[in-house]
Every structure is written in structure tokens, then in C-alpha cells.
């Protein structure tokens, strides 16, 4: 059903990238329930993709029983929902992400806690 504004909207949005210390990525593990939602962080532009599975997720999902046995050569990357190809050499800029861009990783052989979303 479409919804019909009684009123304009004219604001300023307040999530514009001026507004954060970095661009906001927000960052999501497929089939792993334990995590209800992707993660929001701000990330540099110029942080290499590469330092995302080697700096970064791990403070983020290390917690997850699973996670020591990601194999990061295998993991699948979606962007927008789509399969996506980034180089882990150039920095999130150079592999095209912008502010508030959400990205999700799927590991095959990894399904949820010990296989439980399989």
C-alpha cells in the first residue's frame, strides 16, 4: 500500500558521511543466526579489504564458535546482493565502497553454530 505525505519533508539528513569519523560499512556473515543483523562500522576509505578478515571481523564475530575456521580463500562476498569480487589488496575505496554501502560474507562449510542453520 502507498502511503501519501500529508506535509513536505525538508530536512537535512543527518547521516551524511561529514557527520561520522569514517564511512560507515556495514558488514554481514550469511547463515549465521548469532548475529541478528549486519554490523555498522566506521571504516577509513583507505583501509585495505584484505585487512577486513585479518583486523577487523575478528573482533566483531571472533566470539562465534565457528569463526577460527572461516577459510578466507573460499569466502563467497555479496554486495548489494550480489556476488561480488573484491581485491583484498586495494583499500575499501578502490574496491568501490561508499558510505553506507552493506556488504555480507557467506563461508561454505560453515552454517550457523556446528551447522545448525544447514
Known sequence: MSVTALYPYSFEAKDRRENFPAPLLFIGWEDHHMFCSPVCLPLPAETPFGALAQAVLPGVYGAHPDFARIDW??????KSGERWHPDPTRSL???????KDVIRFRTPGLAGIAGSFA
Open 93 to 99: 575505496a578502490d574496491n568501490g565502497l561508499e558510505h
Open 73 to 78: 580463500d573460499a569466502v563467497q562476498w555479496f
